[in-house]
């Protein structure tokens, strides 16, 4: 089983539509949580963190689920824009006090006008 | 902001070549990775180092060395470079604020 799985799409939506990307990670220990955003043929940015309690920032909110062990990511009122791959990244533990990041594959959002 | 750069953009070598790709981070990062992404697969650590001259195996380190001689650059080695090398190599700083890429080498071994 996979550490990360996500599912890779690619989702197709008209402009100003609510998409939802979900995410699953397999180790029950995990500390951290990310969601980040790749353009094609570059690379990944931090797009923002996601906390126990939920988080929002402008049309996106990240939202986890510890006892399901799950991670989604909400994009309201789409843009061209947004068009991206989004990657799921979960931080299972540290090794020499750093993050060791595992990325899901990424699920690739085509916003069309 | 933090920047890392990496020496090459892309990369053509032949098989069997020593090959060296070079990241830089001026944030005074202590933790430094390289990763390689392909299709399908995703982003998949190779090596990681958390301080000079420290270095722990990822996921994938076989063929694949590295060396941090100084706290701002860590270079990816390719001891001796196969096609099934061929992809594109992202390096990366962090901080507790997650982490910064360069922007990638695309690697094509032939």
């Known amino acids: 089983r996979k550490e990360v799985e996500q599912d890779p799409g690619p989702f197709n939506v008209p402009e100003g539509a609510t998409v939802a990307f979900n995410c699953t990670y397999s180790n029950s220990a995990s500390q951290s949580f990310f969601w980040y955003r790749q353009d094609c043929r570059k690379e990944p940015k931090l797009l923002m963190s996601v906390y126990s309690s939920g988080n929002e920032d402008g049309r996106f909110t990240a939202q986890l689920n510890r006892a399901s062990q799950y991670i989604s990511l909400l994009i309201r009122d789409s843009k061209l824009s947004d068009s991206a791959t989004y990657l799921c990244?979960?931080?299972?533990?540290?090794?020499?006090?750093?993050?060791?990041?595992?990325f899901g594959q990424g699920t690739r959002l085509t916003i069309n006008p | 902001d933090v920047k890392v750069t990496q020496s090459s953009r892309y990369l053509v070598k032949r098989t069997g070549e020593k090959v060296f790709l070079e990241c830089v981070q001026d944030m005074d990062h202590e933790n430094m990775f390289w990763y390689r992404q392909d299709p399908g697969l995703g982003l998949r650590l190779i090596y990681f180092?958390?301080?000079?001259?420290?270095?722990e195996k990822g996921d994938i380190p076989e063929g694949y060395s590295v060396s941090r001689e100084k706290k701002e650059r860590f270079s990816l080695i390719l001891e001796s470079a196969s096609t099934n090398q061929t992809s594109m190599y992202l390096c990366?700083?962090?901080?507790?604020?997650?982490?910064?890429f360069g922007s990638g080498t695309r690697l094509t071994v032939v």
């Open positions: 180092s958390y301080d000079v001259k420290m270095k």
């Open positions: 990244v979960v931080n299972p533990y540290l090794i020499q006090g750093a993050q060791k990041l595992v």
């Open positions: 990366a700083s962090s901080s507790s604020y997650g982490y910064t």
